[in-house]
Every structure is written in C-alpha cells, then in structure tokens.
C-alpha cells in the first residue's frame, strides 16, 4: 500500500517557520506579537507608541485582520512602514503569513517590529510567530475575570497591559482587582495600566519596550 | 490501494448534528445563540434578563467557556437551570455539545433556552448550535469599527445587542456611529442598545425575546 504523506501537525509546521521567521529578523531587532480581544485598543496602543518613540526607535508594523485595512491606515498615518495581512476569515496569523510580510519591510531599517494579532483571545495563542514576546492587551472593561477564563494566553504573555483605566470610575471592577486576578495566572508578567486616552502609565509601557530592545541586543 | 474514509467536513458533520437539536428541542421552545467578544457583557446580559423575565418566561442557560464555571455560577445564583460546557481550550462551541447538554435540561420545562457561546466574535461564527437565532452582543467600548472588521458575526446576526452605553459620555465613540457601522454590513437585524449597569434599553431587548418567543410558537 503506498505510504500517504501526512502533515501531521499544523502548529509543528508552523514552529518550524517561526525558527525561520526568527532568524530572518535576527538579532538587532526586536519582535512583539500583541494579543488581545476586539477592541481592546491594540491599534490605538500602536499609534500612540508609534508617535512617542518617534526619532527614538524606528517602528515597523504587521498588521492582522479578517478583513479590511482599517487598522493599517491608521498606522501608516503615523509615518510608519506597515504591513497588512488579511486572514480572510481565519481567526490567527501564523508564522507563514509574517513569513511572506517581512520581505515589504527594510528590516535593517527596524529596531522594533510589532505584530497586530487578530482580535481574538484564544487561536493566536498558539502559533509562534517568530516573535521575542507575546504581549497580551486587556482592557478593564472587559472585567477581571477573563485572565481565568482565557488562562491560554495569559500564561504565555511576557508583558500584559491593562488599557482604559481612565474609565476605572465608571466601572464595577478595579484595576486593582485586575492585577490580583492576573497574579493568580501569570505571576512573572509585568502588568502595565495605562490609558491611552489620558496618557497615565504610558511612560512605563514606552520604558518596558527600551528595556526589551536593550536586553534583545545585549544577548548578541 | 485501499480507500481511506475521510470526514470531508467538519462543518456538515455540524450541520447536521444541529438538525438533529433543532428538532429535539421542539416548536414551543425558543434557543438563542450569544456570540460576542470576550468581555462585551453576555453573562451579565443573561443574567438582568433572567431577573426580569422570572415568573413571566421559563429560561435555561447553556455556558459555553474555555475554562472554569464563572459563568454559570453567576447565572444558576438566578435560580435558573443552567449546563457548562468547558472547551477545554477550544474557541468555539459546537452542535454536538449543545446536543450533549440538553438531557441535563427538562425541555419540556423552558420556553427560552440561552446559549451563551465562548467570547470569540471568530469562530464560533460558522457553527450552527440548532439555534432559532444568533444574536451579537458588542458593547460601546469596543469602538465603532468591529462590524466592518469582523463582519461574519455581524452578518450573521438576527439581533444586535449594543451594550455599556451609560459609559458613552467618557467614549470617543457614539451608539449613533456604531448603529451607522452597522447598518453597512446587516440592515435587517434590529439593533437594541442598552445598559446592563443603568437598565436604559433594557425593556426594548425583553419585548424582542417576547416577540420572538411568540414568533417561534406562532409556526406551529
């Protein structure tokens, strides 16, 4: 009986691209995948680091959507080189995808490619994209009880940022009460409030992504 | 050279385990499939309309969750029969599930079965849970622009549910430019904006369970 080829394991290929992914990029610069639901405010997250990291770091961006290019004009109005992926329906980028992007970026023009995952809090979770971190975005109106709920990409995130504290007044959760329930699943994560409509904690999550180029380059 | 079976299609294989629901569950019973984004507010939504429909309108509730009985906890504290299905990490609920859970129910004893799908505004698009209809639960907070970039959801929706609009006043965004955005993509399916926090709406979204309920009878 002739032997019938299998891929056995989507996210095995998929790894083995992520390795490549990972080397095409190399050392110099450094890749984040961002996570998040819909509307969390990832692409408002990007424009405003975008913005005030410019003249510092060169910004490059990957973004990830169903369909349109909604969030990729609002990037490229930031004067940054982007890139849009359109899954058409599929509900995660894989490596394959960033894989085809790089080349329409000058990555020796780059210090810190970010990747705009599609909004969704569970698929993306599992495919490598070639990326140095997995940033999980959750908002404070979501509640707090989505670190328990979604564990998968909590527990995978090297950096979580708490957006929209600025309507913490409004809300029947606290930021605080966030941050406890995010303990109780990724206790190593850096938890980073901000809002990106007053500005508050923005400073430390432009700080955190210094000190992770930094620390990228320094393993050269 | 042996033939080797293949299921062609997961989604038939849905379809028709969702046949086989729809008809379990009968003509008097009316089942509603909540789609949403993590966070948008479905389980608060279940339970207010279990607190206002007691004693008027027989619910149960299906939890669909990745992980943990949050949920369902929240929802069985409102006295109503109420079944998990835990995913275990799958981002999508399917036909077969639903099927599973119903001999927890005495169907004999609802009048609207709630299916409160996993936060995913994605995948569990494409699956037919045996439902009489989807409804899409957004919240304001999650911006106007969610129907163009996540359209399957949006089209395939009977009703959309506008929820957290008492936090309009603190938004960049309007309930009148999400209805605008909407109404690009679906123009059939009413749109009920609401407040689960101040009630406002609230009574716009009972009438329409009522009317469907009696819709669904009315086809006997």
Chains 1, 2 share one sequence.
């Not at 405010?41 to 003249?55: H, M, N, S, Y």
Request: proline share 5%; hydrophobic share 45%.
């Amino acid at each position: 009986m002739k032997r019938i080829p299998i891929v056995a394991n989507v996210l095995e290929y998929n790894q083995s691209v992520a390795h490549d992914v990972r080397r095409a990029m190399g050392s110099h610069m450094l890749a984040l995948n961002l996570l998040s639901s819909p509307g969390a405010g990832k692409t408002t997250l990007i424009e405003q680091t975008a913005a005030a990291l410019k003249g510092e770091i060169r910004l490059a961006v990957i973004e990830g959507d169903l369909a349109t290019t909604l969030d990729a004009d609002r990037v490229a109005a930031q004067g940054v080189p982007v890139v849009q992926i359109n899954t058409d329906g599929s509900c995660h980028l894989e490596a394959r995808q960033v894989m085809a992007a790089l080349p329409q970026l000058r990555l020796d023009h780059v210090d810190v490619l970010i990747i705009e995952n599609v909004g969704n809090l569970i698929c993306p979770t599992e495919f490598d994209l070639g990326e140095d971190a997995k940033v999980v975005v959750t908002s404070l109106t979501e509640g707090d009880d989505k670190p328990l709920k979604y564990p998968g990409a909590f527990v995978a995130a090297q950096a979580i940022v708490v957006n929209k504290i600025d309507l913490e007044p409004y809300l029947p959760v606290s930021t605080q009460e966030l941050r406890t329930a995010i303990a109780t699943i990724n206790r190593h994560a850096p938890v980073i409030a901000l809002s990106c409509t007053t500005g508050a904690g923005f400073d430390v999550w432009l700080d955190w992504i210094r000190e992770a180029l930094r620390a990228k380059r320094a393993k050269m």
